[in-house]
């Protein structure tokens, strides 16, 4: 019987530069063996930007896909091997509670101070497009604090949405404090007038269960076990677990992180498991360990099978489309984010 993996062999070979297929990191091993280029959200989205191929696949999750619909020429068609596969911080905020936030927050700080939003790209479209109109920008765990920064530079209170500690935790760095926590579920987002005068930043209450799975416990415990490690987490950790980390970083930090550890050297890393193996794989002169096991279950949609499908007949019901209202908006948002 023909495998998964000679049928995607077979459909490369015929479709040619017709197609480009794109793995993010935590895709499982079999499905980032196939991709013609592997990175984290920012490469993937600006390697989308560049491409000619009239056809995009992506694999990994939901809103990647379509940061790279909206990225891409009109000719261009984006693909999923699987467009169920979701991000659950990316859903924690819409477009019409973000514009009330806004609304709120702009009543709230007073006349006086000029509110600039910054998204995650874990966000869905039409959350970038309000972005966009209010006059800021997307950003990804690998240039937020520059982000951070172009915003600060417009604007004096800060709104960050949609991971509360991708923002707590950059905001910590550059010491843009206070820090207050928007709460979409209450009332003025559980906050007073005088909190959000006196704040810096307010970030939006969603969080990654990938990543606030981890805890400063399991940090102390991986010391005991190997001693002389070194442990370093991604910033959708929660703060308590950053604190007693020995580097924080994106995802194309922690593969750099992983890259630079000596060999004999062991290396802790507190992301997606599924990257964490492949780079145990990858480098077996040190010893390369996942803080835990904790696996993005969207990113693990993707499998070789579905590929193989979608490579074979392209069906319309995987196309990653945007409606035209949003785009605009939205693409101001990531285009801001390009230029940083
Ligand atoms: P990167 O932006 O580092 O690729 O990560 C995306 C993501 O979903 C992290 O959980
Ligand atoms: Fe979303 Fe977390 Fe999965 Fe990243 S790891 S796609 S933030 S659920």
Redesign the pocket.
């Known amino acids: 019987m023909t495998t998964a993996l000679e049928r995607i062999r077979t459909a490369k070979r015929e479709l040619g530069q017709d197609v480009v297929i794109l793995a993010?990191?935590?895709q499982r091993k079999e499905v980032v063996e196939q991709g013609d280029f592997v990175g984290?959200?920012?490469q993937l989205a600006k390697y989308a930007a560049a491409s000619n191929a009239r056809r995009i696949v992506f694999c990994g999750?939901h809103f990647m896909a379509e940061a790279a619909r909206i990225l891409a020429r009109p000719e261009q068609r984006v693909f999923m091997p699987d467009p169920r596969a979701g991000?659950p911080m990316a859903d924690m905020a819409d477009a019409r509670d973000s514009v009330v936030a806004l609304t709120r927050l702009r009543e709230m700080a007073g006349e006086k101070r000029r509110i600039i939003p910054v998204t995650y790209?874990?966000s869905n479209a039409d959350v970038k497009a309000v972005v966009g109109h209010a006059g800021g920008l997307v950003c990804?765990?690998?240039n937020a604090p520059k982000a951070l920064q172009w915003a600060a530079s417009k604007g004096d209170l800060l709104f960050f949405l949609p991971d509360e500690f991708l923002g707590t935790n950059t905001a910590n760095g550059l010491g843009y404090l206070p820090v207050a926590r928007w709460n979409p579920h209450e009332a003025d987002g559980g906050l007073t007038t005088d909190k959000v005068r006196a704040a810096r930043v307010i970030v939006w209450q969603g969080y990654?269960h990938?990543?606030t799975y981890f805890t400063p416990a399991m940090v102390a415990a991986a010391r005991l076990k190997y001693p002389g490690c070194s442990v370093v987490v991604?910033p959708?950790c929660k703060p308590d677990v950053v604190a007693v980390a020995d580097g924080l970083g994106?995802?194309?930090y922690l593969v750099d992180a992983v890259e630079k550890t000596a060999p004999g050297q062991t290396v802790v890393v507190g992301t997606?498991v599924n990257l964490v193996l492949r780079l145990a794989n990858q480098y077996p002169d040190r010893k390369v360990v996942p803080l835990e096991y904790s696996l993005?279950p969207n990113m693990y949609r993707t499998t070789p099978e579905k590929l193989a499908d979608l490579l074979e007949n392209f069906d319309p019901a995987r196309e990653i489309t945007v409606p035209e209202d949003v785009v605009a908006g939205a693409r101001l948002a990531l285009q801001r984010m390009l230029d940083l």
């Open positions: 993010h990191h935590y984290d959200s920012y999750v991000c790209v874990n990804t765990s690998a990654c990938v990543h991604h959708e994106s995802t194309s997606e993005c």
